[in-house]
């Protein structure tokens, strides 16, 4: 993808946008319960979105490998262990096209790509009064691994790796009801494909930065 200040910058400005938009239904919904899901000791949330991915590598005269953007869906475990932090689980998919890119040709479709991430971390909020709002910013941070499963198509060619992976996300709960709140996000995955362990060969990869934006449901127990 692009560098990483430049996905900083655009992940900055979709969570700002995002907030701008749940500002109306916060308003709205003033009066419900704290509680809500973001702030229950425990909460489940289901999402759907898309994902955009950075080039696993950048070749010679402008070439490229990468996967297309693609829609990513997965869970997040939360559990909270003081005011404002919580511990969070996540897994999430995302299959795309594997893509080629060559100058003044665009990209070429090479096969397939799969990605399924699973990482732990802490989600860090701001404790509000009850009964004074009905949307919760937050931050997460985390680490843990892609699985990568890799198919040349007509080839006939597999392979997959597994990659550690760091992550930062931003988001925003909207009350929706007592302990239930729509969820938006914009996550940021942090990784390199470790081409050595899927083909053999001494290829260095790139750190890549692959971006997902998401909506759900989180549910409060």
Do not use: E
């Not at 005269?61 to 969070?88: C, D, F, W």
């Amino acid at each position: 993808m692009r560098s990483p200040r430049i996905l900083a910058c655009l992940t900055a400005g979709i969570v700002a946008a995002l907030a701008s938009l749940a500002a109306p239904a916060g308003a709205q919904l003033a009066s419900a319960p704290a509680h809500s899901a973001a702030g229950t000791s425990l909460d489940l949330t289901p999402y759907a979105g898309y994902m955009m991915f950075g080039h696993f590598i950048d070749g010679p005269l402008g070439t490229s490998l990468s996967s297309s953007a693609a829609p990513v869906y997965g869970a997040q475990l939360g559990l909270a262990v003081a005011p404002g932090v919580k511990l969070v689980g996540n897994i999430a998919h995302a299959a795309s096209d594997l893509r080629v890119g060559v100058p003044f040709l665009g990209g070429i479709n090479a096969g397939t790509t799969s990605a399924l991430m699973m990482d732990g971390g802490l989600q860090l909020s701001i404790p509000m009064p009850q009964g004074k709002v009905a949307y919760l910013p937050f931050l997460q941070a985390g680490v843990g691994a892609t699985r990568w499963n890799v198919d040349l198509g007509s080839t006939g060619l597999q392979t997959s790796s597994t990659n550690l992976t760091g992550n930062v996300g931003a988001g925003l709960d909207v009350h929706l009801a007592p302990s239930i709140a729509l969820r938006l996000m914009a996550r940021d995955y942090i990784g390199k494909f470790d081409f050595k362990q899927a083909t053999s060969l001494d290829v260095s990869g790139k750190t890549v930065n692959n971006v997902a934006l998401t909506a759900g449901i989180s549910v409060g127990f």
